[in-house]
């Protein structure tokens, strides 16, 4: 009876994984010298397969030996050094991270591209806003640049000029989209 008590929750190791189309993962994991396939259950909201070598606490349910579910971690390559409330969600083998820091900050990383798709409005309020990068595009049927800054005129739009006097109205007719 203590020896069962005692199996009830084991480690083990991730040796192959066998499915992730179904409702529950599921892998192969190896303890003492026993292979099992195995369920791998992740907390409410975090789904992800962790690879090959990972580690597994095991659990019986109901007691049985052959009615094995797992919740499984990467110690190896476990982020290191977060303090205290803070949470990293993190693709070990591409290195992206979305990073929940002390401080209330977010920072996310990628090695790849970053795709946000939102089916209603986006807004972003900051005291200040900087975009690095080689060239911004923007495709919009309207662009609304805000107030404080001087006019911007695009080609179709009327402009009056006065080189003396009387005042002229024209049409610009020609320009370019790039601003360097």
Request: proline share 2%.
């Amino acid at each position: 009876m203590l020896r069962k008590i005692r199996n009830l929750i084991k480690k083990a190791i991730i040796t192959l994984i066998l499915e992730d189309t179904a409702n529950v993962q599921k892998s192969q994991v190896q303890f003492y010298d026993n292979v099992r396939d195995v369920e791998i259950i992740s907390p409410y909201g975090i789904y992800g397969v962790a690879p090959l070598g990972s580690q597994v606490v095991l659990f019986q349910v109901n007691g049985q030996e052959e009615n094995l579910v797992g919740i499984a971690d990467d110690v190896n390559n476990r982020p290191k050094n977060l303090k205290e409330g803070e949470l990293i969600l993190k693709n070990i083998k591409t290195n992206t991270a979305i990073y929940f820091k002390q401080d209330g900050s977010l920072e996310v990383t990628t090695n790849g591209n970053l795709n946000i798709t939102v089916d209603g409005d986006a807004d972003i309020t900051a005291d200040n806003v900087d975009v690095n990068a080689l060239q911004v595009d923007i495709n919009a049927s309207v662009t609304n640049l805000g107030v404080g800054g001087n006019a911007i005129a695009r080609v179709g739009d009327f402009v009056d000029f006065n080189s003396s006097s009387p005042t002229y109205t024209q049409i610009i007719t020609g320009g370019t989209n790039t601003s360097i």
